[in-house]
Antibody, heavy 127, light 106 residues
Framework: QVQLQESGPGLVKPSQTLSLTCTVS??????????WSWIRQPPGKGLEWIGD???????YYKTSLISRLKISVDTSRNQFSLKLNSVTAADTAVYYC???????????????????WGQGTKVTVSS | SYDLTQPPSLSVSPGQTASITCSGN??????VCWYQQKAGQSPVLVIY???KRPSGIPERFSGSNSGNTATLTISVTQAMDEADYYC?????????FGGGTKLTVL
């Protein structure tokens, strides 16, 4: 049974860096059949995709976050991580990590669904 | 604002059919996924590829996508189906979510 677990500080000061790690159990992050994603949900609001990473290190980021965002992977620890710098109150949210399945259209891999989610971790940006 | 538009809320009685729509110009030629999020819990995938159900999702959940509107249908709605529902598509390697629909079963 594949499980994802987020970890990291629950409180971050404005202008500092938000750092979270997602630990994957029950499957190898290097299996090559999935991307690994971060998604957040501000209080009382909807879901917002942040970005994805493949085990090789290939990434896709939300355009509006590119300048502040870095997602990395550590295959030896079966983990992937998110760093978001220069945070403001607008970055306050529950942050989820998720597994993203992709499918093939002919020979072209295309992103599909987020089929497994972590439990989420609440991050508050406040002084 | 969201590129995918969902009604903010929908109320149904137990046993009735709930139909949640997701509309947007970008839906054309794209596969739609639907997620269920119960209060205080993580989202759960209930429909992918417009109409496919993951293992373990009850048959009363079904989906369709035509033109610029996708629909999640819950037949014989149960109290346990009360949740927020989100549609999602991919556009240029970017995942887009709808604003969500709060389904109340009363």
């Amino acid at each position: 049974q594949v499980q994802l677990q987020e970890s990291g500080p629950g409180l971050v000061k404005p202008s500092q860096t938000l750092s979270l790690t997602c630990t994957v159990s029950g499957a190898s992050i290097s299996s090559g059949n999935y991307y690994w994603s971060w998604i957040r949900q501000p209080p009382g609001k909807g879901l917002e995709w942040i970005g994805d990473i493949y085990y090789s290190g290939s990434t896709y980021y939300k355009t509006s976050l590119i300048s502040r965002l870095k997602i990395s992977v550590d295959t030896s620890r079966n983990q992937f991580s998110l760093k978001l710098n220069s945070v403001t109150a607008a970055d306050t949210a529950v942050y989820y990590c998720a597994r993203m399945v992709y499918y093939y259209d002919g020979n072209i891999p295309l992103p599909d669904a987020f089929d497994i989610w972590g439990q989420g971790t609440k991050v508050t940006v406040s002084s | 604002s969201y590129d995918l538009t969902q009604p903010p809320s929908l109320s149904v009685s137990p046993g009735q059919t709930a139909s949640i729509t997701c509309s947007g110009n970008i839906l054309h030629d794209k596969f739609v996924c639907w997620y269920q999020q119960k209060a205080g819990q993580s989202p759960v995938l209930v429909i992918y590829h417009d109409s496919k159900r993951p293992s373990g999702i009850p048959e009363r959940f079904s989906g369709s996508n035509s033109g610029n509107t996708a629909t999640l249908t819950i037949s014989v709605t149960q109290a346990m189906d009360e949740a927020d529902y989100y549609c999602q598509v991919w556009d240029s390697s970017t995942a887009l979510f709808g604003g969500g629909t709060k389904l109340t079963v009363l």
